[in-house]
């Protein structure tokens, strides 16, 4: 007898995966913290985040540096109750969004591309990558905008995606963007650019995180960047076991 094969429900998620930290040299205000960027994702009712810091995976790692360095003390039985306190708000929050590990790279000519990854993904892989990239080694950890002589676009896309990122060009047609008016670089390129096998308008890629994936009411996708240009995101996401749940990602590129 043949089995019937059910349909998995999909649900709309809010997320912003074009996120800075003060990581990034240009961010405005370095005294923010990461609860104060998780919590304002929440306030925003946002589902996934990813944090894409210029040319650099320092903010990501800080988090996680943090949040273990509390664990420890936790384990160890030091926590202040301050501590204490920052650490049952990092576990609520993170409980409900989930964060990607991510950077804006600056390839030739200045044009900005994001790579995001699963949160499985070792943060020294990303600055293997970044390194690959051309990114200077003393400036790996600075999270500026300018690093010199980089990869060019189409190299960016495929070694991203080689790497299991997904790819996007951030802020598309306006500044340091890949379809950008006003910057002459030929019809065949902008076509390349925009029209790479490994990025399109539309394109998905399936990740497996072992945790529940939070289930919020909303089933609005948009973008909620307090950026000018960031990139347009929605996913669908199947319910599935807690244990192990399968996240699907569908998105489509900004157009400035």
């Not at 006003?182 to 490994?198: C, E, K, L, S």
Request: proline content about 5%.
């Amino acid at each position: 007898m043949t089995k019937k094969r059910t349909r998995t429900q999909l649900q709309w998620r809010r997320m912003d995966l074009h996120l800075h930290t003060p990581a990034s040299t240009d961010y405005q205000e370095p005294g923010v913290s990461f609860l104060d960027i998780l919590r304002q994702a929440e306030n925003k009712g946002l589902d996934i985040i990813a944090f894409t810091d210029h040319n650099t995976v320092a903010g990501y790692r800080r988090m996680q540096e943090e949040i273990h360095h509390l664990e420890l003390l936790e384990k160890l039985g030091r926590l202040r109750r301050e501590e204490k306190e920052r650490l049952a708000e990092y576990r609520r929050l993170l409980s409900k969004i989930l964060v990607l590990p991510g950077f804006e790279f600056t390839a030739t000519f200045g044009f900005h591309i994001l790579g995001i990854f699963s949160p499985e993904t070792d943060l020294r892989e990303l600055e293997f990558l970044l390194r690959r990239l051309n990114v200077p080694l003393e400036k790996l950890d600075q999270g500026s905008v300018e690093v010199g002589a980089t990869a060019d676009v189409l190299t960016a896309y495929r070694a991203i995606a080689e790497a299991g990122g997904i790819v996007i060009t951030a802020h598309a047609n306006s500044a340091n963007g890949v379809a950008m008016w006003g910057f002459d670089f030929g019809g065949q390129t902008r076509i390349a650019y925009t029209q790479d096998p490994t990025f399109t308008p539309w394109r998905s890629r399936t990740w497996i995180r072992k945790a529940p994936v939070p289930r919020p009411d909303s089933l609005t996708a948009q973008n909620l960047s307090t950026r000018a240009g960031c990139g347009v995101s929605r996913a669908l996401m199947p319910i599935g076991s807690p244990e192990t749940r399968t996240i699907l990602i569908t998105w489509a590129s900004a157009t400035g």
